[in-house]
């Protein structure tokens, strides 16, 4: 998919790691809409996802985006 700034993997699944949640930052997500971003995931994971039974995407933003969630919070947390 490219070049990946910031990634998070969480297993949801209890330990038997078929579910997961995943926060990811691209410079591939520039120009697109939501669908469109977690679809590049999906390519991104085609031969991962014949193990994995359940994936939410919980973010996928650009690196500008998540420059600005970041700075939200800290300000927000600062307050």
Known sequence: MGVTKEQEVVDTSG????????????????????????RLVNAALVEEMKEIHALSI????????????????????AA
């Open 15 to 38: 330990g038997c790691g078929a579910s997961f949640a995943i926060e990811i930052v691209s410079e591939q997500f520039e120009g697109k809409r939501l669908l469109e971003r977690h």
């Open 58 to 77: 919980k973010k996928a933003v650009t690196p500008a985006q998540w420059k600005q969630q970041q700075e939200t919070q800290q300000s927000t947390s």
